[in-house]
T-cell receptor, first 117, second 115 residues
Framework: AQKITQTQPGMFVQEKEAVTLDCTYDTSDQSYGLFWYKQPSSGEMIFLIYQGSYDEQNATEGRYSLNFQKARKSANLVISASQLGDSAMYFCAMREGTQGGSEKLVFGKGTKLTVNP | EAGVAQSPRYKIIEKRQSVAFWCNPISGHATLYWYQQILGQGPKLLIQFQNNGVVDDSQLPKDRFSAERLKGVDSTLKIQPAKLEDSAVYLC?????????????FGPGTRLLVL
């Protein structure tokens, strides 16, 4: 079973509008972390925002915010006031508990966001 | 602060040839990761190092892939012999430590095409 599911292969948004990118996850761990990365056509993965499973408040970083609904196991990324430079692939990723195991990130398949002028 | 460096940026080889990728992590980062990203998918971990030691190589095809991290800094990932399905972007990442909250910072990647 997929651990990270991103159901939107592609999304379109008008410049200056807000957009929500969906992410649901599957884990039995109580302690885990959720990350969003942006990957422009150049290929580099750029860290955007982090949400810990025990964090009570939704994470925010500038124009990025994370709508974390723990009971629903969802961690949607909200981008406010979209800019043309936001056009890229967006990946949701999870890192599960670190009890002596790997801290690998498990990624979803990504959502391609296109911002239209 | 300098980011994660990788070289080469692009490589084209023929199947059955060998290839090596190099990664220099962010200064002071003890943990280093190699990910493989096949077109249309998210990255998948190949191997994780903590200083010189291997933490996780469960998804590394050990019959053809090898990796080392000498002196706990730079790392090299090698494929020998390459197959067509190895065509992908190889991403190196590093993090300060191993706590769940530690962010992994990625390099620009090496795009490999196997013909």
């Amino acid at each position: 079973a997929q651990k990270i599911t991103q159901t939107q292969p592609g999304m379109f948004v008008q410049e200056k509008e807000a957009v929500t990118l969906d992410c649901t996850y599957d884990t039995s761990d109580q302690s885990y972390g959720l990350f969003w990365y942006k990957q422009p056509s150049s290929g580099e993965m750029i860290f955007l925002i982090y949400q810990g499973s025990y964090d009570e408040q939704n994470a925010t970083e500038g124009r990025y915010s994370l709508n974390f609904q723990k009971a629903r196991k969802s961690a949607n990324l909200v981008i406010s006031a979209s800019q043309l430079g936001d056009s890229a692939m967006y990946f949701c990723a999870m890192r599960e508990g670190t009890q002596g195991g790997s801290e690998k990130l498990v990624f979803g398949k990504g959502t391609k966001l296109t911002v239209n002028p | 602060e300098a980011g994660v460096a990788q070289s080469p940026r692009y490589k084209i080889i023929e199947k059955r040839q060998s290839v090596a990728f190099w990664c220099n992590p962010i200064s002071g980062h003890a943990t280093l990761y190699w990910y493989q990203q096949i077109l249309g998918q998210g990255p998948k971990l190949l191997i994780q190092f903590q200083n010189n030691g291997v933490v996780d190589d469960s998804q590394l095809p050990k019959d053809r892939f090898s990796a080392e991290r000498l002196k706990g800094v730079d790392s090299t990932l090698k494929i020998q012999p390459a197959k067509l399905e190895d065509s992908a972007v190889y991403l190196c990442a590093s993090s300060l430590g191993r706590r769940a909250r530690e962010t992994q910072y990625f390099g620009p990647g090496t795009r490999l095409l196997v013909l």
